[in-house]
């Protein structure tokens, strides 16, 4: 008999992880089918699965069953976009479905117990892509051969595997469970390890081994590092142990598709994995689709080989502005253009930066009324209708209507347009002094003129600050646009040179109370908005700025607070007062959401017409599972 164990998956008191979500078949004996043109020395189908694989129920879903075979073509802009395969393919210990809900994958089931206690559950017969035993060694080799070992992890264990500063006990209980338990709470846990880029808490330890100096033998190792130019065991290991990228087709995997060899940086070829463990209701083992290549091309010609008929699904470079001449392309090449909307809190984010050095920027910037000016100072309709035709959301750069957190309020407060209050909040502030052209003065004397910084990387940035830049021209501020570099952008922000910036919206902006709101509290040191406090945070206060704004202080309470947190209840609270915070002060300005992200789908079965398109969550295809798309005839 085939089922999916389904368990009760009780995190924090909340039912967090429905196995029932990834619409498992009913319990029945499978006739499983053999895949055509499968390698001859494989063994059937029924010895590569996992006792109990995850059965799939396509009907349920409203997905048509499939047939294996075929080839799907894609473009990629640069050569390392080839990791995206592990993006899309998403096999993940516990992924999000379609609904947000947190699911088993690779995983059979999770206990967890006072949100501190993990039990991980894998599917006994489960095999790597090369036919090996997948299970508890694997966990154990992560944890103890690489992440405790101080010559391949030397900064130490990552955030989500602390809780309160301190790490697990991990234990074996047997060949296909674990555990891991924390003193406290540890809610980042499972969150991390359905990203879209995971944190891979388990290697091939059968292959990995072989190059670690605790297990392999001396002369191979040396003459490895030597062959891949490596200076010792350790950039060797690390070299090899290429669970993202896909750089390295001998490292076995899980995933749906892996590299095969031979390509060059201009081609990629991924083959299915014989040992997947996912399969339809039919007993047709997943993925459907054979191989996926991937070809690079001149980023700003996917587009037009798009509509050439090149890519059977495209995305990546794809971006609003090409959708009039992909629609042109549809009758001649027979392709389908779908809309997705972008799940990024806005498309277009202004961000003030809240530490930066210059004394005078810095007072100004934090003071609410000069933030609330600027935004109401901005004509969002007539951007969303001159770049947009429309189609997006105008509002604050915050989470959308699809997340259950959503309020008005928080994408509409301080977000009209009202040249009118803008500049009566100006003079309140006491910056009525202008110049001859009528640009106001700060209050040393400078005029008001705002240097913008951009990554130089989407003109539709520079389309819309131009924009920006009229209204608030109206306001007696004056904004000159500079385009950099992605790097330099940064560096800027960590000297504290950086006044304000323009960025994407909120990478998440489809939270639902149980993933983390990290990137609404200053918590990371890459953050434009607020470096200072954000590297204070991650050196434990040995860089940066502890935060001294009174609302950026209490954002990181709150932060904290999720942290510890032990019930759903409690969580949404914390997460309703953030998202209350930001819509109060208007610490980000954002423009226009919801923008319409084409998919050209071409010859491909499966793929949704309307769907959110994301990086956390969604993994952009992955949440919809690409590995249930198949060819048309």
């Not at 075929?70 to 990791?83: A, P």
């Not at 040396?222 to 690390?238: F, I, S, V």
């Not at 004397?445 to 109206?474: C, F, H, M, Y």
Request: charged fraction near 25%; include cysteine; proline fraction near 7%.
């Amino acid at each position: 008999m085939i089922s999916l164990k389904c368990r009760s998956w009780s995190v924090f008191g909340a039912v967090a992880l429905v196995a029932a979500s990834l619409a498992a078949a009913p319990v029945k004996a499978l006739d499983y089918k053999e895949i055509p043109g499968l390698e001859s020395n494989l063994p059937p189908t029924a010895e590569r699965l996992p006792a109990e694989p995850l059965v799939v129920d396509l009907e349920a879903k409203g997905r048509a069953t499939g047939k294996n075979g075929g080839t799907l073509h894609t473009l990629i802009g640069r050569s390392k976009d080839v990791r995206l395969i592990n993006v899309w393919g998403y096999a993940r210990l516990v992924g999000y479905n379609e609904a947000l809900d947190l699911v088993p994958d690779i995983l059979e089931s999770v206990d967890v117990e006072d949100g501190r206690i993990f039990t991980l559950h894998t599917r006994k017969g489960h095999k790597w892509s090369d036919g090996e035993p997948f299970g508890a060694e694997d966990f154990r080799y992560f944890y103890e051969d690489i992440a405790l070992n101080k010559e391949l992890t030397p900064s130490g264990l990552p955030p989500f595997l602390l809780a309160n500063g301190k790490p697990p006990k991990f234990e074996v209980l047997d060949e296909t469970t674990v555990r891991y338990t924390w003193e406290d709470p540890n809610p980042l846990f499972l969150p991390e390890l359905a990203k879209a880029r995971p944190p891979f808490i388990y290697r091939p330890a059968h292959y990995l081994k072989k190059f670690h100096e605790k297990y392999g033998d001396p002369a191979f190792i040396e003459a490895e590092a030597a062959k891949t130019k490596a200076r010792g065991w350790a950039p060797l290991h690390n070299k090899m142990d290429d669970m993202y990228n896909a750089r390295n087709p001998d490292l076995p995997t899980l995933q749906p598709w892996m590299l095969a060899p031979g390509d060059s940086d201009r081609r990629f070829t991924l083959v299915r994995n014989p040992y997947y463990h996912r399969v339809d209701s039919t007993g047709q083992q997943l993925p459907y689709i054979d191989k996926v290549v991937m070809t690079v091309a001149d980023g700003k010609l996917i587009a037009a080989k798009t509509q050439a008929g090149e890519s059977n699904l495209q995305a990546r470079n794809l971006s609003f502005s090409d959708i009039t001449v992909l629609k042109q392309g549809e009758a001649q090449q027979h392709y389908t253009t779908a809309l997705w909307p972008n799940s990024k809190g806005s498309e277009i984010s202004i961000l003030p930066n809240l530490t930066v050095k210059d004394p005078v920027w810095r007072e100004l910037l934090r003071d609410t009324r000069f933030r609330h000016a600027l935004s109401l100072g901005v004509d969002r309709t007539l951007i969303n209708r001159t770049l947009f035709f429309g189609l997006g959301k105008e509002g604050n750069d915050t989470v959308l209507s699809q997340s259950p957190l959503y309020e008005d309020e928080y994408r509409t407060e301080w977000a009209n347009y009202d040249p009118e209050q803008a500049n009566a909040l100006l003079d309140e502030i006491g910056l009525t002094k202008r110049d001859g052209s009528g640009t106001r003065l700060l209050p040393d004397g400078r005029p008001l003129e705002i240097i913008l910084e951009t990554s130089g990387e989407r003109q539709v940035e520079e389309d819309a600050l131009e924009l920006v830049g009229e209204n608030w021209k109206d306001l007696g501020i004056k904004l000159f646009v500079k385009p950099s570099q992605r790097d330099n952008l940064r560096e800027r922000a960590i000297s504290g040179d950086l006044v304000m910036s323009v960025w994407t919206g909120f990478e998440n902006g489809i939270p639902t109370s149980e993933m983390p709101p990290s990137d609404y509290a200053p918590t990371r040191g890459d953050d434009l908005s607020w470096f200072a406090w954000g590297d204070y945070y991650e050196t434990a206060g040995k860089g940066g700025e502890k935060p001294d704004w009174k609302p950026a202080a209490r954002l990181m309470e709150l932060y904290e607070s999720w942290l510890k947190s032990t019930s759903k209840e409690e969580r949404t609270e914390i997460w309703e007062e953030m998202l209350q915070i930001h819509a109060d002060e208007t610490i980000h300005i954002g423009l226009v959401s919801e923008v319409p992200q084409p998919v050209v789908i071409n010859g491909v079965q499966n793929v949704p017409l309307t769907a959110i398109y994301g990086w956390d969550p969604g993994a952009q295809f992955g949440m919809h599972r690409m590995d249930e798309f198949f060819m048309a005839d």
